[in-house]
């Protein structure tokens, strides 16, 4: 990934996992990419415990990065970096290339007519999945921390 990105609080010097990755815009290219990382992740004991929350997110942020970010142009690509500190946990960046999105313009899945949809539950997950979960790039690139 571009040094420009923001790295929150994570000091790099204590980095015990940082992995940079680029995924071709594919749904079919995210269950390899997800079960590569999962698989190092639980090895180095990044978000012990937390694995599966930390799982589902990447998964939901990568699927709607490919979905809305790409809509559908497989010559696009998404971008996608992991940190893991001992002590402050888990960082994962999504950045599509996408027009980007207002996250505050997005309706609850768990309200009214968006209760029987069959798709938009992926940012509600999300976030009751991870602990921090803020947008950059006018949207286009989503910060997710699991502690």
């Not at 930390?54 to 990568?62: F, N």
């Not at 996608?80 to 599509?96: A, F, K, N, Q």
């Not at 009751?128 to 699991?146: N, P, S, W």
Request: negative net charge; proline residues 5%; hydrophobic residues 35%.
């Amino acid at each position: 990934m571009p040094e420009s990105l923001p790295y929150c609080s994570f000091d790099p010097r204590k980095l015990i996992l940082k992995l940079d990755t680029i995924l071709d815009c594919q749904l079919e290219a995210i269950s390899p990419l997800v079960n590569g990382v999962m698989q190092i992740v639980r090895g180095m004991g990044c978000a012990e415990g937390k694995e599966t929350e930390v799982e589902v997110a990447l998964r939901e942020a990568l699927a709607n990065a490919v979905v809305h970010g790409c809509r559908g142009d497989s010559s696009k690509k998404v971008e996608c970096s992991i940190s893991c500190d001992e002590s402050r946990g888990m960082l994962i960046v999504i950045r599509d290339p996408g027009e980007g999105f207002d996250p505050e313009a997005i309706p609850s899945p768990v309200h009214g007519q968006s209760l029987f949809a069959a798709h938009g539950r992926g940012i509600y997950l999300i976030n009751q999945l991870m602990d921090e979960v803020h947008y950059e790039r006018g949207g286009t690139e989503i910060h997710m921390i699991k502690r």
